[in-house]
């Protein structure tokens, strides 16, 4: 590859990194702390490429005089150009964040940071007619809280809906650092209304946990029902953590 291919995709790769950060879609690949690290990255492959884009052109200049040809070409660089097909197209065209078949595909489990201990202890739930918690917190408090506090209680939850084997699901996928260690938290939706829902459709469902449905042979999903559903726009941080 020409050093000249080389510098613009190294331009095109920054620029990109810079992009997704800056229109938030960074937040489909990698949790929120790790914004400063992918602006100083693209910040830097941008300086680099520009760099040498402008010391080869110096060069190619002098050379030039010194041996007095200012037509030299090479128009053998075709095949290099497709190199940046892709980059292109992660430049313009974000994918989308892992959904209902990231689910399908993968075993759902207890979150880590439950499942490290049987005898967690989880503090009261705050007080009101309904509330809000996240999906891996539910799924924690279902599977491993021997106190019960969910029992009850009215929760109110978001997540994207999960369509497999007769089943109506509310997920979300939860990361450590990056999407390629995300893995899925679900809750099974008792109750009607939702089965017509297609797959990654977003919703807010209100309702209570049904005590001891989360269990090791179930992958730790709980069943939930239903009082109340409503589909909403999916969030811009689609991932829980």
């Not at 705050?126 to 209680?153: I, M």
């Not at 084997?165 to 260690?181: F, K, P, S, Y």
């Not at 992958?219 to 239903?226: A, E, G, I, K």
């Amino acid at each position: 590859m020409k050093r000249e291919t080389q510098n613009i995709l190294l331009i095109l790769l920054g620029g990109a990194l810079l992009k997704i950060t800056i229109n938030g879609d960074y937040l489909r690949y990698v949790k929120p702390a790790q914004q400063p690290w992918i602006i100083a990255g693209g910040a830097v492959m941008v300086a680099l490429g520009v760099v040498a884009i402008v010391r080869d052109l110096l060069a190619a200049r002098a050379a030039a005089v010194v041996s007095g040809d200012v037509h030299a070409h090479d128009h053998n660089t075709r095949s290099a150009w497709l190199l940046m097909v892709p980059v292109l197209a992660v430049f313009l065209v974000a994918p989308p964040a892992l959904g209902a078949d990231s689910v399908t595909r993968t075993e759902a489990r207890a979150p880590q940071s439950a499942s490290a201990s049987n005898a967690a202890a989880f503090p009261p739930l705050p007080a009101g007619d309904v509330v809000p918690l996240e999906v891996n917190e539910f799924v924690s408090r279902a599977g491993w809280d021997k106190s019960g506090t969910l029992n009850g209680r009215a929760v109110r939850l978001s997540g994207f809906v999960v369509q497999n084997e007769g089943n109506t699901m509310l997920a979300r996928m939860v990361i450590g650092c990056c999407a390629a260690d995300a893995f899925p938290i679900t809750v099974r939706l008792v109750g009607g209304g939702v089965s017509g829902f297609a797959n990654d459709t977003w919703l807010e469902v209100t309702g209570t946990v049904v005590p001891g449905t989360a269990v090791r042979e179930n992958s730790y999903m709980p069943d939930f029902t239903l009082t109340s559903v409503r589909q909403v726009p999916a969030p811009k941080d689609p991932y829980e953590y």
